[in-house]
């Protein structure tokens, strides 16, 4: 009876250091935010290709998490409109929601020619109008970008999804604010492509 008292209480201790591991295991810890390590979007699972911090000045401003079908290999292959894919951005701090706006739509024009910045005009205006709507963005506040294929670029605030934008070019556009050849944040571009 004490040698089954103790294997109980053995594993009960194992158990009690190793669940903690496998919780984690599941999710991607990044200031705070828990990303999980794969969702299920539109029926199918896509997988954390990475996750980072956006700082400006050395500033936590928000955490992002990239989801994807299958690991990218290169920046260009996160807009790839074959499949759907999502940006999930969590904010580490309050911002104006319409300076947010802005400043996505500055990091679009800087990664776009000016013929894909006037394709992807539409969407962009109707980005600023949502973002000017919510008036500002709280620490706990996210928003996502999602690319359903047959659908377009659907953009949720707090998971209030709005109508879809069409336009392939937009999502491309919206995806090189973090991924293109002037990112954001260059560490943060090295994270959401698993490199940091």
């Known amino acids: 009876m004490p040698r089954r008292r103790l294997t109980h209480a053995l594993l009960a201790a194992v158990l009690a250091w190793a669940l903690p591991l496998m919780a984690s295991a599941q999710t991607t810890d990044v200031a705070g935010v828990k990303f999980d390590n794969e969702i299920t ?4 699972k896509l997988l954390l290709n990475g996750a980072g911090i956006r ?3 050395i500033i936590k401003v928000y955490a992002a998490g990239l989801y994807v079908p299958a690991r990218l ?3 260009e ?19 104006d929601a319409n300076d947010m706006g802005k400043l996505l739509t500055s990091g679009m024009e800087k990664n776009t ?12 205006a109707r980005l600023l109008a949502l973002f000017a709507a919510k008036k500002k963005l709280a620490a706990g506040d996210s928003f996502a970008i999602e690319w359903a294929p047959g659908k377009g670029t659907v953009i949720s605030i ?7 934008i069409a336009e392939p070019d937009f999502f491309a556009s919206l995806m090189k604010i973090w991924l293109g050849k002037s990112p954001a944040d260059d560490s943060l571009k090295d994270a959401l492509l698993g490199k940091g």
Do not use: Y
Not at 80 to 92: E, F, G, N, Q, S
Not at 158 to 164: D, F, L, R, T, Y
């Open 41 to 44: 979007l539109q029926g199918g």
């Open 55 to 57: 700082t400006k000045f």
């Open 73 to 75: 290999g290169t920046p």
């Open 77 to 95: 292959a996160a807009w790839d409109t074959r499949t759907p894919r999502i940006l999930k951005v969590v904010m580490l701090r309050e911002v």
């Open 113 to 124: 020619s000016e013929e894909e910045f006037a394709r992807a005009a539409p969407g962009t």
């Open 158 to 164: 707090n998971g209030k999804s709005e109508e879809p």
